[in-house]
Nanobody
Framework: QEQLVESGGGLVQVGGSLRLSCALS????????VAWFRRTPGQAREFVSG????????FYANSVKGRFTISKDNAKTVVYLQMSSLKPEDTAVYYC????????????????WGQGTQVTVSA
Protein backbone atom coordinates (compact mmCIF):
# COMPACT_ATOMS: atom_id res chain seq x y z
CA GLN A 1 0.00 0.00 0.00
CA GLU A 2 1.34 3.39 -0.99
CA GLN A 3 2.10 5.67 1.90
CA LEU A 4 3.89 8.98 2.39
CA VAL A 5 4.98 10.22 5.80
CA GLU A 6 6.38 13.70 6.33
CA SER A 7 8.61 14.77 9.17
CA GLY A 8 10.94 17.61 10.10
CA GLY A 9 8.56 20.50 10.60
CA GLY A 10 8.78 22.83 13.55
CA LEU A 11 9.28 26.36 14.76
CA VAL A 12 12.18 28.39 13.36
CA GLN A 13 13.17 32.04 13.38
CA VAL A 14 13.25 34.23 10.33
CA GLY A 15 16.35 33.48 8.29
CA GLY A 16 16.68 30.00 9.74
CA SER A 17 16.62 26.60 8.07
CA LEU A 18 14.67 23.38 8.29
CA ARG A 19 14.80 20.12 6.40
CA LEU A 20 11.59 18.24 5.71
CA SER A 21 11.58 14.55 4.88
CA CYS A 22 9.00 12.52 3.01
CA ALA A 23 9.37 8.78 3.43
CA LEU A 24 7.69 6.79 0.68
CA SER A 25 6.56 3.21 0.94
CA UNK A 26 4.77 1.01 -1.54
CA UNK A 27 5.94 3.15 -4.44
CA UNK A 28 8.23 0.94 -6.46
CA UNK A 29 7.94 2.26 -9.99
CA UNK A 30 10.62 4.61 -11.22
CA UNK A 31 7.99 6.63 -13.05
CA UNK A 32 6.82 8.56 -10.04
CA UNK A 33 7.03 12.28 -9.45
CA VAL A 34 7.06 13.61 -5.90
CA ALA A 35 6.18 17.14 -4.94
CA TRP A 36 5.87 19.36 -1.92
CA PHE A 37 2.84 21.55 -1.46
CA ARG A 38 1.91 23.88 1.36
CA ARG A 39 -1.27 25.34 2.70
CA THR A 40 -2.08 28.24 4.97
CA PRO A 41 -5.49 28.58 6.66
CA GLY A 42 -8.21 29.54 4.22
CA GLN A 43 -5.98 29.08 1.20
CA ALA A 44 -5.67 26.38 -1.44
CA ARG A 45 -2.63 24.16 -1.43
CA GLU A 46 0.27 25.80 -3.22
CA PHE A 47 2.95 23.98 -5.19
CA VAL A 48 6.38 24.44 -3.67
CA SER A 49 8.74 22.03 -5.40
CA GLY A 50 8.84 18.71 -7.22
CA UNK A 51 11.27 16.08 -8.42
CA UNK A 52 11.07 13.33 -10.99
CA UNK A 53 12.09 9.98 -9.56
CA UNK A 54 13.78 8.60 -12.69
CA UNK A 55 15.45 11.73 -14.11
CA UNK A 56 15.76 13.79 -10.92
CA UNK A 57 14.58 16.91 -12.68
CA UNK A 58 13.63 19.53 -10.13
CA PHE A 59 11.03 22.26 -10.18
CA TYR A 60 10.41 25.18 -7.85
CA ALA A 61 7.79 27.82 -7.28
CA ASN A 62 9.16 31.30 -7.88
CA SER A 63 8.51 32.16 -4.25
CA VAL A 64 11.04 29.60 -3.01
CA LYS A 65 13.55 29.47 -5.85
CA GLY A 66 17.06 29.97 -4.57
CA ARG A 67 16.05 29.28 -0.97
CA PHE A 68 14.64 25.74 -1.07
CA THR A 69 16.27 22.63 -2.47
CA ILE A 70 14.52 19.35 -3.20
CA SER A 71 16.47 16.12 -3.34
CA LYS A 72 15.95 12.40 -2.95
CA ASP A 73 17.66 9.33 -1.63
CA ASN A 74 16.83 6.47 -3.96
CA ALA A 75 18.05 3.78 -1.59
CA LYS A 76 15.94 5.03 1.29
CA THR A 77 13.04 6.22 -0.94
CA VAL A 78 13.00 9.52 0.88
CA VAL A 79 12.49 12.96 -0.61
CA TYR A 80 13.89 15.97 1.22
CA LEU A 81 13.05 19.63 1.14
CA GLN A 82 15.88 21.76 2.49
CA MET A 83 14.48 25.17 3.36
CA SER A 84 16.80 28.09 4.02
CA SER A 85 16.42 31.83 4.52
CA LEU A 86 12.95 31.17 5.83
CA LYS A 87 10.42 33.98 5.89
CA PRO A 88 7.20 34.41 7.88
CA GLU A 89 5.24 33.84 4.67
CA ASP A 90 6.69 30.33 4.48
CA THR A 91 4.60 29.43 7.51
CA ALA A 92 2.22 26.66 6.43
CA VAL A 93 1.41 23.00 6.65
CA TYR A 94 3.69 21.24 4.19
CA TYR A 95 2.53 18.12 2.37
CA CYS A 96 4.33 15.73 0.13
CA UNK A 97 2.47 14.05 -2.69
CA UNK A 98 3.15 11.51 -5.41
CA UNK A 99 1.84 10.85 -8.89
CA UNK A 100 2.76 8.84 -11.95
CA UNK A 101 4.61 10.61 -14.69
CA UNK A 102 6.07 14.09 -14.65
CA UNK A 103 5.96 16.82 -12.04
CA UNK A 104 3.07 19.22 -12.39
CA UNK A 105 2.08 22.08 -10.12
CA UNK A 106 -1.61 21.23 -9.88
CA UNK A 107 -2.51 19.29 -6.74
CA UNK A 108 -5.45 17.50 -8.30
CA UNK A 109 -3.13 15.32 -10.37
CA UNK A 110 -1.46 13.80 -7.32
CA UNK A 111 -2.71 10.42 -6.17
CA UNK A 112 -1.13 9.99 -2.76
CA TRP A 113 -0.62 12.44 0.04
CA GLY A 114 1.09 12.56 3.37
CA GLN A 115 -0.57 13.85 6.51
CA GLY A 116 1.32 17.14 6.52
CA THR A 117 3.86 18.74 8.82
CA GLN A 118 3.62 22.22 10.31
CA VAL A 119 6.32 24.78 9.61
CA THR A 120 6.15 28.02 11.58
CA VAL A 121 8.56 30.88 10.93
CA SER A 122 8.58 33.48 13.69
CA ALA A 123 9.62 37.07 13.19
Amino acid sequence: QEQLVESGGGLVQVGGSLRLSCALSGITSSRWAVAWFRRTPGQAREFVSGIGWSDSRTFYANSVKGRFTISKDNAKTVVYLQMSSLKPEDTAVYYCAAKYGIVVDDEKHYLYWGQGTQVTVSA
